[in-house]
């Protein structure tokens, strides 16, 4: 699958290919879009539109994410796509049933594959960072998975460049497949601690970087603009709280003018910028409509200049 549309970028230093834009379906699939055909529809649209990269993990919707992205990405072949998902948070109320520990990883992939109905994780997440189990027996684990066939990379989500560093010296030193990709929280928003932090370490050992959240729920598109009644704010409240501020809001209706000066919307504006920042590899968009993901494909048609990307990170300055 190859649409000339569509900017495909190198996982990292490795050989594997995204598109610069990849869909996700975290509170979506699964969530607040339950209808196959629906779900279907927008996943057919992502692919005529270039996207190869479809990002999922098993807490989302407790499975569901994984059970209807699969039935509808049974319609590609299988070696166009790149289908990723993660594993950490709990999934139900035993003792094991959580974490980085070998068992839980072991037990999560299995069911992941199942549920999602693929021999294989093209990448594999530790979706946070476990400080109940050593490193080191979650480094093993993810090898062996890879040994085995049944993932081909593994990365990080959420990681700090310390939790990153700790990982790597212990693949360093006993031979073990490194990780190859993080997935952070990216956006205007949200720049101090992937730019400060987690970007220079990402690059330092030739990681790719996929990030989530890049129109901090919305915050970036406006819909705020004039307080929160509906959207992904009003039914995750940590998100809530740490996004909605009157200075996020303001800042936010500020960057209309040089959206309006442009002739495209804030988000489509906020999409182009993430996807245009130093070694970037995949913004991972968020999607309850048709609509909605070819309003976001439309940052495709945007040129972030010097000037422009100036111009945002003084507004959006940390």
């Known amino acids: 699958m190859f649409n000339p549309n569509m900017p495909y970028r190198n996982l990292g230093r490795s050989g594997l290919k995204l598109s610069s834009f990849s869909l996700g379906g975290w509170t979506t699939f699964g969530g607040t879009v339950k209808d196959f055909t629906s779900v279907r529809s927008i996943l057919h649209l992502a692919y005529e539109s270039g996207i190869n990269f479809f990002d999922i993990a098993d807490i989302y919707a407790k499975g569901e994410s994984e059970r209807i992205m699969g039935a509808a990405l049974k319609d590609f072949p299988r070696h166009e796509l790149v289908i990723s998902s993660k594993v950490f948070w709990p999934m139900s109320d035993d003792i094991n049933d959580k974490g980085l520990s070998r068992k839980h ?3 999560s992939v299995n069911k992941s594959l199942q549920r999602i109905g693929t021999e294989y994780l093209d990448i594999y997440f530790c979706h946070r960072y476990d400080p109940e189990t050593p490193v080191e027996e979650t480094v093993r684990i993810m090898d062996d998975l890879i040994h085995h066939g049944k993932i081909l990379y593994w990365g990080t989500s959420e990681w700090t460049a310390a939790q990153i560093q700790e990982a790597m010296d212990i693949c360093e030193r006993w031979g073990y497949y490194k990780p190859q990709v993080e997935q952070p929280q990216y956006s205007l928003i949200a720049r101090e601690k992937f730019e400060t932090d987690v970007r220079p370490k990402a ?13 901090a729920s919305g915050m970036l598109t406006g819909k705020y603009d004039n307080g929160v009644s ?3 704010l009003s039914r995750v409240d940590w998100l809530k709280e740490s996004l909605y501020t009157e200075k996020n809001v303001q800042k936010v209706r500020d960057m209309k003018k040089i959206a309006d000066a442009l002739g495209c919307t804030r988000g489509q504006l906020a999409l182009a910028w993430l996807a245009a ?7 991972i968009l968020g999607a309850t409509s048709i609509e909605q993901l070819k309003e976001n494909l439309g940052a495709l048609k945007l040129n972030i200049t010097t000037e422009i990307d100036q111009n945002l990170k003084e507004l959006f300055a940390f």
Do not use: A, D, K
């Not at 690059?203 to 129109?215: C, D, I, K, N």
């Open 230 to 232: 509906e959207g992904r």
């Open 203 to 215: 690059f330092q050992h030739g990681m790719g970087l996929v990030t989530w959240s890049p129109l």
């Open 105 to 107: 990883i072991l037990e």
């Open 277 to 283: 920042q130093p070694h970037l590899t995949s913004v």
